[in-house]
């Protein structure tokens, strides 16, 4: 029987009690499947920076690196300046993890969750393919004259020919294999950005060559936002750049449903990936059983096909999709009709 070592970073906020739903799910799909795991916890997040003044340990990576697969709540602390966790844990482990794909699938379970009018399930459905260990979040830049009236800031986008091409032939591949409708679609700023896109532009048409069998199309980031909310049924698979992704996948969150239901892998595909829940720590909701569990969830049946437990993981996810379907009023935190704890409880019943 396989036996998987997963690592559990609760983190923040609500964190740790959307992914405990997530461990009570992922206990009964063990028994059901058949595979055998053991859950690591460590504490790295707000209250441990607060208490020990060190955002992560120097034994964190190397340990993370001896796991099958990392499962992660949320990263943020109300009494923590804004980018010290978000930079110091969060990017920092996709970046050391060289997790180089984000991969978000954008998937309407149900049409009463949606906000935009007359659109189903049928339309929505598509996966962004985030670049996650480059471009603008590699952090490069200066002031000049820092202070002054003369001052200058710099932040510079940064792609190399090597993680473009890589995290393109990941588009290309899962185009292949779970595409839909066998389509590609890079959304850039090939317009305006003429250095980064045009690289990003070259080497898709020539990866593009080797997979006669998907059709490539190219949208503008600003028209894609746009195709989000008027034709969203145009999109099978999208690939785009890091800080792109990270803006158009907020979007195709809400057309979903909300944070309450997406979710996302960080992944290194000849190494250690990460799952999450994409919407935050949500502080204010924190320890008062009313939070959506369904995100962390869904993140665990990703973390689960990832391994390689494809029954399970698709198990999971269609547990999910009955319990948002025949008992939830709504996907958002206290309004569910159902506590944190009961909606776990029901998607362990459906599995
Ligand atoms: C995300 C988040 C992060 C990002 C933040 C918290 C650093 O918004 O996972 O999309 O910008 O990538
Ligand atoms: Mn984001």
Redesign the pocket.
Known sequence: MKNYKIAVIGGDGTGPEVVKEGLKVLAAASQKFGFKYHAHEYDFGGARYLRTKEVLPESAVPDLKTFDAIYLGA??HPDVKPGIL?KGI??RLRFDLDQYINLRPVELYDERFCPLKDKKPADINFTVIRENSEGLYKGLGEFQNKGTKDEVAIQVSHNTRKGVERCIRYAFEYTRKYGKKKKLTMCGKTNVLTFAWDLWERTFNEVAKEYSDITTDYAHVDATTMWFVKNPEWFDVIVTDNMFG?II?DLGAMIQGGMGIAAGGNINPEGVSMFEP?GGSAPKYTGKNVINPLAAIAAGAMLLRQVGETKAGDAIENSVKTVLRTKLKDLAAGKMGYSTTEVGDLVVKHL
């Open positions: 990263i943020g978000e969060l990017l990270d996948t994409i």
